[in-house]
């Protein structure tokens, strides 16, 4: 199985990603109302998608232990809080979208891989200097006194 699909379903309840079949290279749980905090660190190696959009998830995301094949997360319009750690992203990133969430504190951009093409981080509490490299899409609009800094 490579293919999950089941957005738009009202599915309710906790979500649990640590025993997905490891062949699972695209996952797709948005529209739903799944709630609880979830764990990003046990996906299938060879996962590069996931969207969880639209739900009622919290807590913290660690984003440190991303499959190496990882190339696009959509975890938009949920209520995930704290900050966000971009310095070990795997080198096959291309999409970050967690944008309409609770983050806050300052974002640390120093490591982004070159592969990476759209980070959106929109209406959250992010505040502080971001640098940011050329060539990469970065929306922060809507968060607190973000200034942005691009990188030569």
């Given at each position: 199985m490579e293919?999950?699909?089941?957005?738009?379903?009202?599915?309710?309840?906790?979500?649990?990603?640590?025993?997905?079949?490891?062949?699972?290279?695209?996952?797709?749980?948005?529209?739903?109302?799944?709630?609880?905090?979830i764990?990003?660190?046990?996906?299938?190696?060879?996962?590069?998608?996931l969207?969880?959009v639209?739900?009622?998830?919290?807590?913290t995301?660690?984003?440190t232990?991303l499959?190496?094949a990882?190339?696009?997360?959509?975890?938009?319009?949920?209520?995930?809080?704290g900050?966000?750690?971009?310095?070990?992203?795997?080198?096959?990133?291309?999409?970050?979208?967690l944008?309409?969430?609770?983050?806050?504190?300052?974002?640390?951009?120093?490591?982004?891989?070159?592969s990476?093409?759209?980070l959106?981080i929109?209406?959250?509490a992010?505040?502080g200097a971001?640098?940011?490299?050329?060539?990469?899409?970065i929306?922060?609009?809507?968060?607190?006194?973000?200034?942005?800094e691009r990188?030569?």
């Amino acid at each position: 199985m490579e293919v999950v699909d089941i957005s738009f379903n009202n599915l309710i309840g906790c979500l649990d990603l640590d025993k997905l079949p490891a062949t699972v290279r695209t996952l797709s749980l948005s529209q739903n109302k799944f709630t609880g905090d979830i764990s990003l660190e046990n996906l299938p190696k060879c996962l590069e998608y996931l969207s969880l959009v639209d739900n009622q998830l919290s807590g913290t995301i660690c984003l440190t232990s991303l499959p190496t094949a990882f190339q696009s997360l959509h975890l938009h319009k949920n209520n995930f809080e704290g900050s966000l750690n971009f310095t070990q992203l795997p080198n096959s990133i291309r999409h970050i979208i967690l944008a309409e969430n609770h983050f806050s504190g300052t974002v640390n951009l120093g490591n982004l891989p070159e592969s990476m093409r759209v980070l959106d981080i929109r209406k959250n509490a992010i505040s502080g200097a971001v640098r940011v490299p050329h060539g990469i899409d970065i929306r922060l609009d809507g968060n607190d006194e973000v200034n942005v800094e691009r990188i030569e």
